[in-house]
């Protein structure tokens, strides 16, 4: 059975960082892309990122780049997604999900067909 | 990032049909076959329900199918039922930097 079993609610103050994980099992983590997806307060879901745990090849959406990193360790079969500098507006849900399809040099065809319970993160002073 | 255009809420009575639209553009939804549709109830993670326009995955209903026509995809409900009061959202790979785009999402009421 496919399962994604993302790290708990966090309680974070702006500026301190963050790293939350998603660890899958039941499946060949090495050979899927896992995705992030930020569900912000009420609002829709955003693409945020992909990452190939096989070699860390790793796309973000251009409203991520450079807020987030997304990285992962093939050997404990976990994805990650961490923060440097959390802002209140990183207030958030956020849900990791397996990528069925595939990844050229500079596209990612696909779905995101099983999915995480979601960490709720929220930046507060 | 532009998000692809659903209606704000779709409602029926039970055991009616509805359909809920997905309007793109040729980079997007009109352009690949690669067009998703996701339930999220309350509280709960997204939920695979069509994927490449039409098929459905294991373990969903039948009584849920996809289709798409130029920018437009779209989801349709058969026989609703109440437990398909949730929101609903359709993705879409983009040829744009972005390289996938979620729908603004669409609230179903089960009258």
């Known amino acids: 059975e496919v399962q994604l079993v993302q790290s708990g609610a966090e309680v974070k103050k702006p500026g301190e960082s963050l790293k939350i994980s998603c660890k899958g099992s039941?499946?060949?983590?090495?050979?899927?892309?896992i995705g992030w997806v930020r569900q912000m307060p009420g609002k829709g879901l955003e693409w945020m990122g992909i990452i190939y745990p096989g070699d860390s090849d790793t796309r973000y959406s251009p409203s991520f780049q450079g807020q987030v990193t997304i990285s992962a360790d093939k050997s404990i079969t976990t994805a990650y997604l961490q923060w440097s500098s959390l802002k209140a507006s990183d207030t958030a849900m956020y849900y990791c999900a397996r990528h069925l399809g595939y990844c050229t040099s500079t596209n990612c065809y696909g779905t995101l067909d099983y999915w995480g319970q979601g960490t709720l993160v929220t930046v507060s002073s | 990032q532009s998000a692809l255009t659903q209606p704000a809420s779709v409602s029926g009575s039970p055991g009616q049909s509805i359909t809920i639209s997905c309007t793109g553009t040729s980079s997007d939804v009109g352009g690949y076959n690669y067009v998703s549709w996701y339930q999220q109830h309350p509280g709960k993670a997204p939920k695979l329900m069509i994927y490449?326009?039409?098929n459905r995955p294991s373990g969903v209903s039948n009584r849920f199918s996809g289709s798409k026509s130029g920018n437009t995809a779209s989801l349709t409900i058969s026989g609703l039922q109440a437990e398909d009061e949730a929101d609903y959202y359709c993705?879409?790979?983009?040829?744009?930097?972005?390289?996938?785009?979620f729908g603004t999402g669409t609230k179903v009421t089960v009258l």
């Open positions: 039941g499946y060949s983590f090495t050979t899927s892309w």
């Open positions: 993705s879409s790979y983009s040829s744009s930097s972005t390289l996938y785009v």
């Open positions: 490449e326009v039409s």
